[in-house]
């Protein structure tokens, strides 16, 4: 009915005002933006995708997105228009290194998708705050730092020998094969909590299969591709919805996310009492809650005491806590996803397998100590064939592959892979997907081929380095790159010098690449027979 009373001023309007009203209508949001925006000499996706947002919209309400603008670049060239305002782009020159290298503005897809605690952080913000907290972990996240630092290796070796290894041998022994995709997110999750919080903290999933599959579930319905989508696609309709008595975005997803942020933050709040020495602990480093005390020492450089408000039991307790739990959603799931495709292509060649084991054992002496731990991080930093592996594994399989979008910005007018005058305000997008899989950089590109890394004279690794995406690129490019490098190449290094692998067909693997934000395996599982060496 309300609908109905806002149409009865314009029926009562004199037909001629009607018409110049309708023509007015028709002229903005058909025939300029098809005909005379400067977006209209760029090829469209679809006709209608020159005027109308439902293309794009459909392309990723489906997730379908990637897959589909790969071959719209492959048959359009490197700048399509996927809607109205918006540009896919899939070329360095003009592409990235003008709009992430450039440091275009993000949009607030990522706000309205990854805001933890209803409290921005490094991954959503925008503007000059950015800079503020990215500076206060860089240095403990640089590589020097993750290199150097022996409780990093000293909690992988605990989790991948004293935690992971028995569950394998296990596996040998009763010649029953393994799920490992979930122990990969349980690595992963365990070995980044300890970073932030301490041994003692941080989450026990290599163990604790209970929880495990709880967090498991949880950040799954939380990601589902159709869940996301009214957030962070569509969030003023989303909104409308939601006033007229729908909810277009399932409970279950709701309470997925207040569950998870419940959970972490009782530890961040548990950190804060062993910082303020309201908990004994020993002088042990490993205990020590390294990312939340420098949070917890330096927020409050950035963020004014009145923006902590009465209720935070200690200041900045929001925007500490939506920070670290963003981190560790984006090192368990990004790392578990890069691992179980490391072990999937490895698996399916025992050649490959066996060369990176020559590799291993020439470098054992130093990558292992007398003493039973990682050694030297220079003898991971040097296997060559290891880094290869890991590097064109994220090349085709990329964790975090789908659009990356930003706004162009203003004043004035940007150009865009050769396309001059773009305004400001228009949605520009690439993705790691696309990248990828450009024949003139990666020929075969759908071939797995650590080889190309190897092999590539200069000039040909110059480029390929340029187009490889998977951690982005400028200044909001990943944070966590070198812990991730660090722990994928220690986990597939300790596991390769014992065992090989083998893929087991069951039921439910199915390890086409999700077309989503977080880009897990469809079936969401890898069954892998392990045999010990
Ligand atoms: C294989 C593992 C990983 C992959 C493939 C990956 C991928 C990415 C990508 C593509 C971006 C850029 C997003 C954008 O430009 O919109 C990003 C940003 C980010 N990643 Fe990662 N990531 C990985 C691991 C990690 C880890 C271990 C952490 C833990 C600290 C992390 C934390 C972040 C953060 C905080 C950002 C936001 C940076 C900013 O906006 O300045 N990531 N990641």
Redesign the pocket.
Known sequence: MAVFASLLPVLALPSWVAVGIAVLLVYKFVIYPSFLSPLARIPAARWHARFLPFYSLYLKYTGTESRTTLKLHQRYGPVVRLGPNELTVNCYEGGIKTI?GGGFP?TDW?QNGFANYETEN??TVKGKE?GQI?RVFSHT?ANSTILSSSSIRARAWRAIFDQLCPILRQSCKSRTPIDIHPLNYAYAMDT?TSFQLGDELATDFLTDADTREWYLNHSKTLLATQNFFWATEVPNLTNWLFKLGFQPIPFDAIESKLALEDFFIKKYDRAAQVLNGEETHSQDTSKRPTLFALAHARFGNIYKDSESPGRQPYPHRLQIASNLY??SL??TE??GI?LTYVHYELARRPEVQSALRTELLAAEPDLITADNTFGDPKAIESLRLLDAIVTET?RIH???GAA?PRTTPGPGTSTIGGFEGIPPGVRVEAR?WALHRNPDVFPEPEEWRPERWLGATPGQLTEMKRWFW???SG???????H??MLS?KLAIAAIYLHFSTSVVDAEGVDMEQEDAVVSRPKGDKLMLQFHEI
Do not use: E, S, W
């Not at 200044?475 to 790159?481: I, Q, V």
């Open positions: 992430y993000k990522y490094v991954f950015h990215k996240l980044y963003d981190q984006a090192a990004n790392n890069a994220l990329p964790p975090a990356l790691a998977a951690f982005g200044p909001r490019m990943c944070t966590g790159n812990f991730a994928i």
